[in-house]
């Protein structure tokens, strides 16, 4: 028994835990991506009953500055890579 009390009392504190392993859920904060509403949220309360909602959508944890940054890697990522010119295939 008291290895089962052991295990829930460690589950119980996962969501506080795992609230405190990014800067991006330490902060606090979320957006929507449709209007830029924020609001302020606990992580560890948004983990274990769900992330606030706007618009219709899951706000997220990343700021418009990052949301920004993540669309360029994404771009970056898709695009074909250039061929020199010299690198025709017959």
């Keep these: 028994m008291d290895n089962l009390t052991s295990l829930i009392a460690r589950v119980e504190g996962l969501h506080d835990t795992l609230a405190t392993a990014h800067p991006s859920l330490t902060r606090g904060q979320v957006w929507c991506r449709t ?31 990052e949301q920004l940054a993540l669309r360029a ?8 890579i250039a061929k020199e010119p010299n690198d025709v295939q017959p």
Excluded: R
């Design 35 to 65: 209007c830029g509403y924020t609001e302020q949220v606990s992580a560890s309360f948004a983990m274990k009953h769900g992330w606030p909602k706007h618009c219709g959508a899951t706000m997220t944890i990343d700021s418009p500055e």
């Design 73 to 80: 890697d994404h771009l970056n990522d898709t695009l074909p």
